[in-house]
C-alpha cells in the first residue's frame, strides 16, 4: 500500500501463448534512491494461480526507482516437460525460451500505486503501467 511518503507496486504476469496466467514464476523486487543510487534488493514472491504476486515487499521512503526481476526460464522449462509427457514425439531440442530473466525498470513517486503487467510468451513479452 503506497502512503504520501512511498510508492507501491504490484505486478501479475499473463502467458499469452495459452492465454492463461502464469503460475510460478519468481519475482524479485528491488528499489534505488536516486538515478545513481545501488540497487537494494528487497525480496520477492512468485506469482499465485491468478498470475499475481500479492506479497511483495513494500519500497522503503525515498524510493525513485523500482526493478522487477522475472526468473521466466524455470516457468518455461516446466511448460516443455509437461507437453512432452503428454506428446513425446513432438520433441523439440530447442530452448524452451528465448528470453530466460525479464528485468523492467521504472520511475516512481511517493503517494502513487504501480500496477505493472507482463504479457509473456517463449520469444517475446511487453509490460504496461496498469490499474
Same mark, same amino acid.
Given at each position: 500500500?503506497?502512503?504520501?511518503?512511498? !510508492?507501491?507496486?504490484?505486478? +501479475?504476469?499473463? #502467458?499469452?501463448?495459452?492465454? @492463461?496466467? !502464469?503460475?510460478?514464476?519468481?519475482? &524479485?523486487? /528491488?528499489? @534505488? /534512491?536516486? %538515478? +545513481? $543510487?545501488?540497487? &537494494?534488493?528487497?525480496?520477492? /514472491? $512468485?506469482? #499465485? !494461480?491468478?498470475? %499475481?504476486?500479492?506479497?511483495?515487499?513494500?519500497?522503503?521512503?525515498?524510493?525513485? +526507482?523500482? @526493478?522487477?526481476?522475472?526468473?521466466?526460464?524455470?516457468?518455461?522449462?516446466?511448460? &516443455?516437460? #509437461? !507437453?512432452? &509427457?503428454?506428446?513425446?514425439?513432438? %520433441? #523439440?531440442?530447442?530452448?524452451?525460451?528465448?528470453?530466460?530473466?525479464? $528485468?523492467?525498470?521504472?520511475?516512481?513517486?511517493?503517494?502513487? +500505486?504501480?500496477?505493472? =503487467?507482463?504479457?509473456?510468451? =517463449?520469444?517475446?513479452?511487453?509490460?504496461? %503501467?496498469?490499474?
Amino acid at each position: 500500500m503506497s502512503t504520501s511518503t512511498t !510508492a507501491s507496486v504490484s505486478t +501479475h504476469i499473463l #502467458d499469452t501463448s495459452v492465454g @492463461r496466467p !502464469a503460475e510460478g514464476v519468481a519475482v &524479485q523486487l /528491488s528499489a @534505488r /534512491s536516486g %538515478r +545513481h $543510487a545501488g540497487w &537494494q534488493a528487497l525480496g520477492g /514472491s $512468485a506469482t #499465485d !494461480a491468478d498470475g %499475481r504476486c500479492k506479497d511483495l515487499p513494500a519500497l522503503p521512503e525515498g524510493t525513485t +526507482h523500482v @526493478r522487477l526481476d522475472f526468473a521466466v526460464e524455470p516457468y518455461f522449462e516446466k511448460k &516443455q516437460a #509437461d !507437453a512432452q &509427457q503428454d506428446a513425446p514425439a513432438n %520433441r #523439440d531440442s530447442g530452448p524452451a525460451v528465448f528470453f530466460p530473466e525479464v $528485468a523492467i525498470t521504472f520511475a516512481v513517486v511517493p503517494g502513487e +500505486h504501480y500496477h505493472v =503487467p507482463l504479457l509473456l510468451n =517463449p520469444f517475446g513479452y511487453s509490460v504496461y %503501467r496498469g490499474s
